[in-house]
C-alpha cells in the first residue's frame, strides 16, 4: 500500500502562485510515475501532470503547460506541482497519484487539497 498526504492548498489571486506538496509513504517503489489530477465543482476529474520519481520523464495538460512544473524529492519522499500564473479557471480540488500509468488513473491516491483562485 501506498499512502500519499497533500499539503498546499489554498486561496490565491488569479496571476499569483502555488506549491503544493505530496508526501508519498510505504511501498513507493512500486510507484514509477507521480502525478497530479484535479476536479473542479460538477466536473469530472482531470489529468493535470505526471513525473518520474528521478525526473527524467515530465508529462502536462496543455491547460497547464508553460505555468505549472512538477518535480520529485526522491529523498523526501515528496512531489511538488509549482503553480504559477494562477487563473480562476485551475480552482478544484487537487488529488495526488502513485502509480500513475496513464492520464486517466493512478493506482493510489490522496485525499486532495483545496486550490482556489479569485479573479
Known amino acids: 500500500q501506498v499512502q500519499l498526504v497533500e499539503s498546499g492548498g489554498g486561496l490565491v489571486q488569479a496571476g499569483g502562485s502555488l506549491r503544493l506538496s505530496c508526501a508519498a509513504s510505504?511501498?513507493?517503489?512500486?510507484?514509477?510515475?507521480m502525478g497530479w489530477f484535479r476536479q473542479a465543482p460538477g466536473k469530472e476529474r482531470e489529468f493535470v501532470a505526471r513525473?518520474?520519481?528521478?525526473?527524467?520523464?515530465?508529462d502536462y495538460a496543455d491547460s497547464v503547460k508553460g505555468r505549472f512544473t512538477i518535480s520529485g524529492d526522491v529523498a523526501k519522499n515528496t512531489v511538488y506541482l509549482q503553480m504559477n500564473s494562477l487563473k480562476p479557471e485551475d480552482t478544484a480540488v487537487y488529488y495526488c497519484?502513485?502509480?500513475?500509468?496513464?492520464?486517466?488513473?493512478?493506482?493510489?491516491w490522496g485525499q486532495g487539497t483545496q486550490v482556489t483562485v479569485s479573479s
Open positions: 497519484g502513485a502509480g500513475c500509468n496513464s492520464r486517466s488513473s493512478c493506482n493510489y
Open positions: 510505504g511501498r513507493t517503489f512500486n510507484t514509477a510515475l
Open positions: 513525473v518520474t520519481w528521478g525526473g527524467g520523464y515530465a
